[in-house]
């Protein structure tokens, strides 16, 4: 079974400080990892994707397999960065999406 | 860019009627749509999953008879709520997705059941 966790249901940081969000998953084959972001009123919207290994707005996120983990960081907050992060999960084409519960990011100035 | 329309934003009916959710993909076909439910300040919740021209395979827990789920062409899914309760009011966003090309959501509908 497919399973994503974010341990940290808030998390507040200054402006210009690292901020690291937690994410582990559990799934017995080869997973795609995501990380969607949703701004205040707004949809959801793609913020990484593991495979394309590119950083987005100063995120980045490694998949280490040998820790089933795919935290996202950035190394220096900014205020526009405060939104809900989910990561979630797929195994992969068009295979269903499972999503953590949620990071709330608070960038306080 | 792909883009997904959901409609309508928002809607809100007596307890006991229907309600119809729909979920385009425009400039692109989708091959598989999703239905999520997202509670207030919780996460989203999947609650099935719809390809073109079959049936929608519902996650544990979900009833396929409350929530109807039609994806009768490559841009279109609608989800139904029958018989409508306040227990169901909520928010109910769509996804959809292209082989292996990302998923793309819509802007959700909120729900409201009186």
């Known amino acids: 079974a497919q399973r994503v966790t974010q341990p940290e249901k808030l998390l507040s940081v200054f402006k210009g400080a690292p901020v690291e969000l937690k994410c582990n998953y559990s799934y017995s084959g080869s997973p795609e990892l995501f990380w969607y972001v949703q701004y205040s009123r707004q949809r959801l919207q793609l913020l990484l994707r593991?495979?394309s290994r590119e950083s987005i707005k100063g995120f980045t996120a490694d998949l280490n397999k040998g820790e089933t983990s795919f935290h996202l960081k950035k190394p220096f907050a900014q205020e526009e960065d405060s939104a809900m992060y989910y990561c979630?999960?797929?195994?992969?084409?068009?295979?269903?999406?499972?999503f953590g519960k949620g990071t709330k990011l608070t960038v306080n100035p | 860019g792909a883009v997904v329309s959901q409609h309508p934003s928002w809607v809100i009916c007596k307890s006991g009627t229907s309600v119809k959710i729909e979920c385009r993909s425009l400039d692109f076909q989708a091959t598989t749509m999703f239905w999520y439910r997202q509670f207030p300040k919780q996460s989203l919740m999947l609650m099935a999953t719809?390809?073109?021209?079959?049936?929608?395979?519902?996650e544990q827990g979900v009833e396929k008879d409350k929530f109807l789920i039609n994806h009768a062409s490559l841009t279109l899914s609608t989800l139904t709520v029958t018989s409508a309760h306040p227990e169901d009011s909520s928010f109910y966003i769509c996804?959809?997705?292209?082989?292996?090309?990302?998923?793309?959501f819509g802007s959700g509908t909120r729900l409201t059941v009186v």
């Open positions: 719809s390809n073109e021209g079959s049936k929608a395979t519902y």
């Open positions: 979630a999960l797929s195994g992969g084409g068009s295979e269903k999406l499972v």
């Open positions: 593991h495979i």
């Open positions: 996804s959809a997705t292209r082989q292996s090309r990302g998923y793309t």
